[in-house]
Structures are given as C-alpha cells and as structure tokens.
C-alpha cells in the first residue's frame, strides 16, 4: 500500500511540473535561466531546484514502486508455479504406486518444467526410471539437476548408480573419486571404490583404497580385519601380475606384504612356490603354508613337486610326509582321505583300509568316503557285490575318482582348486568336499 502511494504520489508531481512548463512555457523558460544566475535573486533558484528535485524524486518513486509491483507479480506467479509444480508431483507420484509408468513419467517431467529446482520431483523421476531400466534417461536427469544444485549428495549418490547401470566403468571411478574427495570417510563409498579398482584390475589403486580403509578402523573390529585382508588380497594380486610380467624384485616385495597383513594367505604361498627356481625350496614353502594353514591344495602341490624331484624315491617321500601331517593334524580329514587314496594307488592296502575306519570314526560319510570303501572292497577283499553297493551310494561310479573343492562361504563348487572364488569373491577359501566327488 505504501508503494502504491508513492507511486501515484510521484506520478502526480511529475505531471503537476510538466503542467506548469507547459501553461507557461516562455516564462518559466525566461525565468529559469535568470534564476540559474547567481546574481540573480536566490529564492527563485531555491524554487527551481525543489521543483527539479520533486521532479526526479517522483520519477525515483514511481520506479521503486513499479519495481516492487513487478516484483510481487512474479513472486505471485512463481508460487502458483510452485504449487501447481507439487500438485503435478503428487499426481506421478500417485500414478508411480498404481503401475502407470507412463502417466507417472509424463507428471513428472511436467512438475519439473514448473519448476526446475523441485528436488523430490527430480529424484522421483530418477528413482522411477532407474527401476526401469534406463539409466541413460536417469543419468540425464541428473545432469539437469546437478546445474540448479550441485552441493546436493543425493544426485551424486544416484549418478553412481546410474553409471552403474550403464557399465560404464571409467565414468563411474572418475565419479567415485570425485565423491571420495568430498566424503573421504565414507565407508560405502570406499568399499564401492575397491570393487570397482578390483574389477578393472587395478590392484595398486585398490590396494591404495583398503590401506586408507584401514587406518580408520578400530583395531581387532570386523571392519579392521576385513581391510587387512583385503590388503593382502590385493598385494597378492599385484605380486601375481608383476610376476607373470617378469618383474620377480617387484613381486617379492608384494608378496612380503601380503605374508605382513595375513601370514595364512594359501594363494600367496602358491605363488612363492611356483616363483622359487629350485622344487625343493618350493617343497619347504608349501610345507611352511600347510603348517600355517592346512589345505588340501599344500598336499596335492606336494604330491606333485616330490614326484616331479625325484620320480624314483617319490613314494616313500610322500608316504613320510603324509604319516607327518596326519601325526600332526590328525583332525584335518581332507589329508587323511589324501593320504588314504595315495595308499590305495600304491597298493598299499592295510594302510588304506586303517585310514577309511579313521575318516569313518571321524564322521567323514560322503560319496568320497564311500568310493574309497568300494575301491577297498574291490581290490583288496575281491568283494564286487560290497564294492558296487558303494558305489551306488555313491551316485555313479567310473574308472577314477577325482575330488571336487567347495568354497567354504557360498558352497559353490569347482573341479579345481582355485584362489579366489569367481562367485563371492572370498580368498583362500576352497577345500575338499566330503559331499560331493566326481567320476571320469
């Protein structure tokens, strides 16, 4: 109302002086040049200086008000975009819940165009094109998005995704360690960034990433145990890749930090064996790692290198070593099925036979133990109808027995022995099943 009146008030003076110019154009004209004079008389130039003063003081008001009318107009009309902009929102939001994608998408987009800064209506958008599989459209969205607020972690958080969705790994670090640098401490962030690392094979960035990890973690948590395997993952990774490239000092010094975070790494211990030039010396590293940690692998590996040494004396070799681990790890029931198969290749019967009532006192019942028993029941007793019905326990039988490894973590299972599981990506984790064997 104030500004109404300056308004009109500053019109009216404006028009009140022209008025006056314009009756008495010659005089004023004839006047005012006198009065400009100084020796001419002052009160006259007092007058004319209040009348150019009303005069631009009027026209100063009449804009002020002009300003705060235009002003309240577009403000008027900017919160009836606004409202308009919500209503819109809860429609799409609405039509989101009953399955109507496109109407939902059509609402949404339309909120947007009311106004451009409505942060639900965008990540609304976001959420409902992500759930339909069009992260390009999302990534878009977001783009859009992040020019009107770019300090808004929500849309960074949802262009990850995004970026995930569209595989596109480089884009996706680059966004990643943009989100790192202005959240350093964020865990999940951290943790998305050495899957990624890992994915694209860079074991020095991501090895980089777990040690960061690593010094914000409680000492003996979950979390501070989880980072320094994940630390010696990675480093044997990279001693694994600098050694198939025949840097041998680089992958030494690898290797070194991933026996300094876990001295029971069975992968590691594989490779330093497999990089020592002499079997015995190989022989003394794989024998190191089963007392450390036994696996069945450390005896298959054995098995190999003492018959690749010295193929003449081999059998009484390994036969000492296996009665070793056995005296030493007599509850490991993997070595003593080891042990008690190698008795039956060479033709060592007896032995077999005390190794098969040991693995059954032991509770060691699978199809494994039951071909041992069938092949006992043949080739020592002669008994064919006992051998068969082992074998039908079993599940099949075929020429030769072959052990299959499991993952302890996901169960899943593997003719070979591998370091690292290509389904839950655990390390040193596969062992020999008692469940289950296969025949060839």
């Not at 006198?34 to 009348?51: C, D, I, Q, R, Y």
């Not at 919160?79 to 109507?100: P, Y």
């Not at 074991?203 to 989880?226: C, F, N, P, Y």
Request: net charge positive; hydrophobic share 40%.
């Amino acid at each position: 109302m104030v500004y109404r009146a300056m308004f009109f008030g500053g019109l009216l003076v404006i028009l009140g002086v022209a008025y006056l110019v314009n009756i008495n154009s010659v005089e004023t004209s004839v006047a005012l040049s006198e009065g400009l004079k100084f020796n001419s008389t002052m009160p006259f130039f007092l007058l004319v200086a209040v009348a150019v003063g009303g005069f631009c003081s009027g026209i100063f008001f009449s804009l002020l008000a002009l300003k705060r009318q235009v002003g309240d107009f577009s403000r008027h009309l900017r919160e009836k975009r606004i409202v308009s902009a919500k209503q819109t929102l809860l429609e799409g939001v609405e039509a989101g819940f009953k399955g109507d994608t496109k109407k939902a998408v059509a609402h949404l987009h339309k909120a947007l165009k009311l106004d451009k800064g409505n942060m639900e209506a965008t990540l609304a958008l976001v959420r409902l094109q992500l759930r339909e599989r069009q992260p390009g459209q999302a990534l878009k969205t977001l783009d859009a998005a992040i020019k009107y607020n770019p300090e808004d972690p929500r849309l960074q958080w949802y262009r990850v995704q995004a970026l995930e969705g569209l595989d596109d790994p480089l884009r996706m670090t680059n966004q990643l360690l943009f989100m790192k640098s202005r959240y350093p401490h964020n865990r999940a962030l951290m943790m998305m960034l050495v899957e990624q690392f890992g994915s694209r094979g860079y074991w020095r960035e991501a090895l980089e990433v777990w040690q960061e990890i690593s010094k914000t973690e409680v000492k003996g948590s979950d979390e501070k145990k989880r980072a320094i395997a994940g630390i010696a993952n990675c480093a044997y990774e990279l001693a694994r890749r600098q050694w198939l490239a025949g840097n041998r000092d680089s992958a030494v010094a690898s290797l070194k930090l991933a026996f300094d975070n876990d001295k029971e790494h069975v992968a590691a211990y594989l490779l330093k064996a497999e990089m020592e030039e002499k079997p015995s010396d190989a022989l003394s590293i794989l024998k190191n790692g089963f007392w450390k940690k036994p696996s069945a692998i450390f005896l298959l590996e054995v098995e190999r290198l003492k018959t690749l040494d010295d193929p003449e004396n081999s059998g009484a070799k390994i036969f000492k070593f296996y009665r070793k681990v056995l005296a030493r790890n007599p509850e490991y029931r993997p070595g003593r099925w080891l042990y008690a198969r190698f008795c039956l290749e060479n033709q060592k019967f007896d032995e077999a036979e005390v190794a098969a009532k040991r693995l059954r006192e032991s509770g060691f019942d699978g199809p494994l133990f039951e071909v041992l028993a069938g092949e006992l029941a043949c080739r020592k007793e002669h008994r064919l109808e006992v051998a068969v019905d082992h074998f039908k326990k079993a599940l099949g039988c075929a020429e030769r027995l072959e052990p299959v490894f499991v993952c302890s973590n996901c169960e899943r299972l593997s003719p070979e022995w591998k370091y690292r599981c290509p389904h839950c990506h655990n390390y040193n984790s596969y062992d020999i099943s008692e469940r289950v064997c296969s025949f060839v």
